[in-house]
């Protein structure tokens, strides 16, 4: 019998998120709000600008041109918002992000 659990209303099954939950028990999470990045964009695709070289006559650096992330678990969408629920999550060095939603229910350990 396969086993389901509810995040931000939607039904997963626990065997189709499994590895994404152990890999992220073995992180170190901290909680900030999420804000956007510099990106780098060309050709009309967009990626996170993280210090690469580009070529600026055919790639544009726009500041705050990377405006979401995903949840590793569940694949919300994390940007800026006043919401904690869309605007706030559980960071590694700012990149890589964790829902509220599934740091509480498969991360957090009491102390």
Not at 52 to 61: F, H, I, N, V, W
Not at 83 to 94: K, L, M, N
Request: glycine residues 8%.
């Amino acid at each position: 019998m396969e086993e389901y659990v509810s995040i931000h209303g939607d039904e997963w099954k626990i065997s189709d998120i499994g590895e994404q939950i152990e890999w992220a028990r073995a992180q170190v999470w901290v909680k900030r709000k999420w804000l956007p990045r510099a990106a780098l964009v060309s050709k009309g695709k967009t990626s996170e600008y993280v210090g690469q070289s580009y070529r600026p006559e055919y790639t544009k650096l726009v500041e705050d041109g990377w405006n979401h992330d995903h949840c590793e678990i569940c694949w919300w969408s994390l940007h800026e918002a006043d919401d904690p629920e869309s605007g706030e999550g559980y960071t590694i060095e700012g990149r890589t992000w964790l829902c509220c939603e599934c740091y509480e229910k498969f991360i957090r350990t009491e102390a």
